[in-house]
């Protein structure tokens, strides 16, 4: 689908626990909204990464500096008044307050009018489980599949943050195109 939004200063957060497709979904969405795309991995700190590819979960002291970040990261194009697609598991509210934080608008809580936006890719966890396994093959990825369930069982989204959950075992175009209509609907309401 091709794209002309009126989407500045938007950053749209593609969520979800490992494997659910955030990377690949988050960069196709990029591409067709022709804006900057933040791969949240990029900004682990090695120790972050040693410890994952070591299977043990993150804590919040780990995860705290790395959202922060990611968090600044945004606020400098946010600024600019340019969109971006950014991928973050994001598995908790209080994760996703840090990210909301980058509107310098926000007040806690009042998620409608915050220009931070999530999407979240959800999948039966078999299904998951099997794309992580093919993608350990690639050698590139640090996240083992045993970590997996501690995600899952970290994920949880409140119902008055109102987050669209997108069938994450679609085609990655209907995913994409989906995301597309979500953000459309958004700009209506600026
Ligand atoms: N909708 C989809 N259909 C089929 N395969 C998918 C889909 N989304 C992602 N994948 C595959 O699943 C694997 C994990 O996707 P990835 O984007 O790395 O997930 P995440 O960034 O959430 O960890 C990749 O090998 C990717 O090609
Ligand atoms: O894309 C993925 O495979 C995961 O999202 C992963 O790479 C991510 O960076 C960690 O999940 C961060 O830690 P938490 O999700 O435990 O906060």
Not at 46 to 51: L, V, Y
Not at 95 to 121: H, M, Q, W
Not at 125 to 138: C, G, L, Q, T, W
Not at 139 to 153: V, W, Y
Request: hydrophobic residues 40%.
């Amino acid at each position: 689908m091709a794209s002309n939004l009126q989407t500045q200063g938007l950053a749209i957060v593609i969520m979800g626990v490992s494997g659910s497709g955030k990377s690949t979904v988050c960069e196709m969405l990029a591409k067709s909204l022709g804006c900057n795309f933040i791969e949240a991995d990029d900004y682990h700190s090695q120790a972050n990464k040693e410890k994952m590819s070591r299977a043990i979960p993150l804590n919040d002291e780990d995860r705290v500096p790395w959202l922060e970040a990611l968090s600044g990261a945004i606020r400098k194009y946010m600024m600019n008044g340019e969109t971006l697609t950014l991928t973050c598991s994001a598995l908790q509210n209080k994760y996703r307050e840090i990210l909301r934080s980058a509107d310098p608008n926000y007040k806690p809580g009042n998620y409608t009018t915050c220009r931070v936006k999530f999407v979240c890719l959800v999948a039966p966890a078999e299904v998951i489980a099997e794309r992580i396994k093919i993608r350990s093959n690639d050698g590139k990825h640090f996240m083992p599949a045993t970590l997996l369930q501690s995600q899952l069982d970290l994920l949880q989204i409140n119902e008055d943050e109102q987050i669209n959950k997108i069938d994450a075992t679609l085609k990655l175009q209907s995913i994409v195109d989906s995301i597309l209509l979500l953000i459309k609907g958004l700009e209506l309401q600026q």
